[in-house]
């Protein structure tokens, strides 16, 4: 990389991903985005440089869980991986999964916070 790639997230996640991947990294780069994102939730394809594909964390990831043998919404889970992801931003991930899910948004005091 020739010290082109400066961005510590890009560097971290590609060689993660190209170390435990199972198969060339470059391969992985060539998958659909809609693969790609089932297969490794919480990266992305960050961009390509010189035929390498460099891949970043996400910062927020959402995952809606739901009850067995349905489609209804058990819980919406948020995973905050990067010390750099904002109050807003979290909270516009949260309100989009609620849109998506057709689900209300407005103020409710239900709710759990829990962390790893």
């Avoid at 970043?56 to 009850?67: A, D, F, Q």
């Amino acid at each position: 990389m020739d010290n082109r790639v400066k961005d510590e997230n890009e560097i971290i996640t590609t060689v993660a991903l190209a170390a435990n991947a199972g198969q060339s990294w470059t391969e992985i780069g060539h998958q659909s985005s809609e693969v790609f994102s089932q297969q490794y939730p919480g990266l992305a394809f960050s961009r390509d440089l010189d035929g390498m594909p460099l891949f970043r964390m996400l910062p927020v990831v959402t995952e809606v869980v739901r009850y067995d043998g349905t489609e209804l919404p058990k819980e919406i889970k948020i995973k905050v991986s990067s010390r750099f992801a904002r109050p807003e931003e979290v909270a516009a991930h949260y309100k989009k999964v609620l849109d998506k899910e057709g689900l209300p948004s407005d103020e409710c005091p239900a709710g759990s916070v829990a962390s790893r």
